[in-house]
């Protein structure tokens, strides 16, 4: 078993990306450690910090910073035309000279391979960046991938626009196990039998259709996605390839939730749930 390949999905969704907090911040302190991380959209934050070995890092970006106005507000929106500043957040923030920077040497020395799922504004199409792609104060890969359509703008890598991974591959357990995992810790943050439906993901999407197309009718065909992708890690769970870490209840938090105690709770599920992966690594940990 030794010699099994393991990958970590972390879906991410926003504010309750706290979740995968807590359960990462677990395998910190359990010195868990995986071959292949992929992150969608908050995910891909979630896991470049822990990629670092900063626990606690990403607790405190949810908790403290991300109910700051500078983080996300409506002011933010009429001012800059984005709810969440993501360059605040990957810039501001993270950057060398920032308030908590990211240990990018310590990221980049990690043997964990790391992919960040992002989706190309015009084409629709799915991108995945890797440590390649993110370079010392230069975070624009998070930003593509966490840029939730009309929430944010698009941001540009290398000269092209991209939106939240989730638009096209929104539970990248495939791409994993075509990367060579022999398995896979999925994390989601919503409860494991939830079935998305598409209508709040319509309303978005028809806020984005003149400009980009494209982007829109994947961001319409994202929760069937979800929904199709988590059905097949429940096969694959009950073959022992994947291990799905979702919580029982999301303890009130949304997409954008900036409820200070709520989202402390679901960071304390997510760090309980943990264990789970302890239990299937099977001595895999040191």
């Known amino acids: 078993m030794s010699g099994e390949k393991i990958g970590i999905a972390d879906v991410g969704g926003g504010y309750r990306g706290i979740y995968a907090t807590g359960v990462l911040d677990y395998c910190m302190d359990k010195h868990i450690r995986f071959d292949l991380g992929i992150g969608v959209s908050a995910g891909s934050a979630n896991l470049i910090s822990y990629a670092a070995g900063q626990r606690g890092r ?24 984005t709810f969440l500043d993501l360059d605040y957040v990957y810039g501001t923030l993270s950057n060398s000279d920032g308030e908590n920077p990211l240990d990018y040497q310590a990221a980049m020395n990690n ?87 598409p209508d709040k993901d319509q309303k978005l999407a028809n806020r984005i259709r003149k400009k980009y197309p494209l982007a829109a ?32 209840d999301t303890c009130g938090v949304s997409t954008l939730c900036r409820d200070g105690s709520a989202l402390e709770q679901f960071y304390q599920k997510g760090y309980h749930d943990g264990q789970k992966i302890s239990d299937f690594l099977c001595g895999l940990t040191e």
């Not at 405190?60 to 933010?76: I, M, P, T």
């Not at 961001?219 to 988590?230: K, P, T």
């Open 217 to 248: 009718r994947q961001l319409e065909q994202r929760a069937g996605r979800y929904n199709e992708s988590v059905a097949l890690a429940k096969k694959l769970a009950a073959k022992g390839r994947v291990l799905i870490v979702a919580p029982d």
């Open 111 to 197: 043997p964990m391979a790391f992919l960040a799922v992002a989706t190309e504004a015009e084409s629709g199409t799915v991108r995945y960046f890797d440590k390649r792609d993110i370079h010392q104060d230069d975070y624009s890969v998070m930003k593509a991938s966490c840029a939730i359509p009309f929430v944010c703008h698009p941001y540009a890598v290398d000269g092209r626009l991209y939106f939240d991974g989730a638009l096209s591959d929104p539970v990248p357990i495939e791409k994993a196990f075509a990367l060579g995992c022999d398995r896979v810790v999925l994390l989601l943050t919503l409860p494991e039998n939830t079935v998305r439906t």
């Open 58 to 81: 990403n607790h405190q970006f949810y908790c403290e910073y991300g109910l700051r106005k500078d983080y996300a507000s409506v002011r933010n929106f009429i001012r800059k035309n």
